[in-house]
């Protein structure tokens, strides 16, 4: 469906433009960073149509959109975002790396059995191993968050 509303020198032009935004160290902060922009750019690019289409603009003009993408990339919010985007992935990162530690009461080891140790120790790695997913969940979760919030706190101001 794109390839029909922006022909390939329109995506080239598009990408030229959008990809110097991404400046991020990693993979995740590169897209953190692309998708912030593309939803503050396009929020403001309704606006842009909006406000052409409610004052009956019919001279030929430059689309909305490459009208907000210029105004972001030239504002204050793109080097925000960024800075934010930064911030926001390496808590992630960070609290993906810390290990989840579980520690055993000395009563309990006391009382534990030989031949029960094999099925401990499964269910101890079971556990650590759906403690880690909730833990990634939960880092993913405030990531998204993160992004989401820098995406609304950086918004270009409607014209």
């Given at each position: 469906m794109h390839s029909r509303l922006f022909?390939?020198?329109?995506?080239?032009?598009?990408?030229?433009?959008?990809?110097?935004?991404?400046?991020?160290?990693?993979?995740?902060?590169?897209?953190?960073?692309?998708?912030?922009?593309?939803?503050?750019?396009?929020?403001?690019?309704?606006?842009?149509?909006?406000?052409?289409?409610?004052?009956?603009?019919?001279q030929e003009s430059v689309p909305s959109f490459y009208v907000s993408l210029e105004q972001y990339i030239a504002s204050p919010h793109a080097a925000a975002v960024r800075e934010a985007v930064i911030a926001a992935v390496q808590a992630y990162q960070e609290a993906m790396k810390t290990p989840v530690e579980r520690k055993m009461p000395a009563w309990m080891a006391k009382f534990l059995f030989e031949r029960f140790q094999k099925e401990k120790e499964a269910k101890e790695k079971e556990a650590k191993q759906k403690e880690a997913k909730q833990k990634e969940s939960l880092a993913k979760a405030e990531l998204t968050k993160a992004i989401l919030e820098i995406s609304l706190n950086h918004r270009l101001p409607r014209p």
């Open positions: 022909g390939s020198s329109h995506r080239a032009k598009i990408w030229s433009r959008l990809l110097p935004v991404a400046s991020g160290s990693s993979l995740l902060e590169n897209i953190a960073q692309l998708v912030s922009a593309v939803v503050i750019i396009l929020e403001h690019s309704f606006y842009v149509f909006d406000k052409r289409r409610y004052l009956q603009d019919q």
